[in-house]
């Protein structure tokens, strides 16, 4: 399948030179990439070796506009959002295999970053890759059946969770479930409640993210040289 055309806008790295770290983000449903990539405006000064890279979801959305969406949400019952999940997983597998093969990267020095949607299938396709990704970074995400991952698993990246407690369309307590059934499998995962918020990001959020990219995936020696630069 030809997923060069689900590529979305892209941030540089501010270093202006090879591309060390790759994070991909998926947006969430009926966005698309350009509702997400302008998160990773915060990030650059932090890890400046590091690309920015959407990607937009391969559906269009159910609702009509220009939206996109990983998979369809008329039919919410589990087994057909299972179904749409897995149809969506090996098409953001081979977008990501091909992103990292044309910066000659490795799995380690990806970070998947989420929001709703898009967060669900972070956490879907980063858990059973094949090698170990850097980081997975949920934002009002939920872990999309739990109840198999015990059996798929492959992989336990370091994770964080980001959900308001006021979120109208995924229920904050998807994160705390997510965060429940991610530690009985050993993952390292992380959460942050943002007390008020509704379904977005906010800037706490962000940073905070931003600051947990840098911790799991630039070496500290690395971390340490820009201490002076940088306020963490």
Not at 59 to 76: H, I
Not at 178 to 201: E, F, N, Q, W, Y
């Amino acid at each position: 399948m030809d997923v060069a055309h689900l590529e979305g806008r892209s941030l540089a790295p501010l270093s202006c030179g090879k591309t060390v770290y790759l994070v991909i983000m998926l947006h969430g449903l009926g966005a698309d990439g350009d509702d997400i990539i302008n998160v990773a405006l915060n990030w650059q000064p932090l890890i400046i070796k590091a690309e920015f890279l959407a990607m937009n979801a391969p559906f269009p959305f159910d609702g009509g506009g220009p939206g996109r969406q990983w998979y369809s949400v008329e039919d919410r019952s589990p087994a057909t959002i299972m179904e749409g999940v897995r149809i969506a997983e090996p098409i953001i597998n081979q977008f990501i295999d091909e992103a990292l093969a044309k910066r000659r990267l490795n799995d380690n020095h990806l970070a998947l970053v989420g929001f709703s949607q898009g967060a669900m299938m972070a956490l879907h396709v980063g858990l059973r890759r094949r090698k170990k990704v850097g980081a997975i970074i949920g934002f009002s995400g939920a872990l999309q059946g739990a109840d198999l991952l015990p059996e798929e698993i492959v992989t336990k990246p370091p994770v964080l969770l980001v959900h308001g407690n006021a979120d109208e369309v995924v229920p904050y307590e998807r994160m705390t479930e997510a965060k429940t059934a991610l530690k009985a499998l050993d993952v390292p995962v992380k959460s942050m409640t943002r007390k008020g918020l509704g379904h977005t990001i906010d800037d706490d959020g962000v940073m905070a993210a931003g600051n947990f990219l840098v911790d799991v995936m630039v070496p500290k020696k690395v971390h340490d040289d820009h201490d002076d630069d940088h306020d963490h």
